[in-house]
């Protein structure tokens, strides 16, 4: 099995979700807010995956170190955040956390079966409270994304400490 090893240090956040969709825009709104709070130098790549499902594959099998930040239905109280470590996401289960068409777990599945899952992997985001067509967050899901940009900064310093820069990880 491919241990990333070979992958350098290529560090991705990675925001999903719809915006037409109130909390499933949860993802992209929190990563245009790390941007803001990063600025430009900021050591990894922010994309915004919106809901390209399957074709986020090569960009995940790619990354040595990869944080998605999403709208996680666990079943919590609407706005709880939640995260996941790599070996805590359900992967090609039938669990169903976001309401993508194709699921990224099931990306996130592919890549394990194909031995290409990132070595750091983790999954940020909270409990949805409103799925409803709309622009804007509801409040509960608002009142994390500050929560969520403060663990996502823990987990980028930690990167950086644990990351040589033009070196792998």
Known sequence: MDDGSDLGA???VLGLGNLLNRDEGLGVHALRALEDRLGADRGVELVDGGVLGLNLLPLVEASSHLLVLDAIDAGRTPGTVIELGRD??????????????????DVLGLASVRGRLPPTLHLLGAQPADLAIGLELSPSVAGAVPRILGRAAELLTRWDATVPVGGAG
């Open 88 to 105: 805590e996401i359900p992967l090609l289960c039938g669990v169903k956390l976001s309401e993508h068409q194709v699921t990224f777990q």
């Open 10 to 12: 290529r560090r991705v």
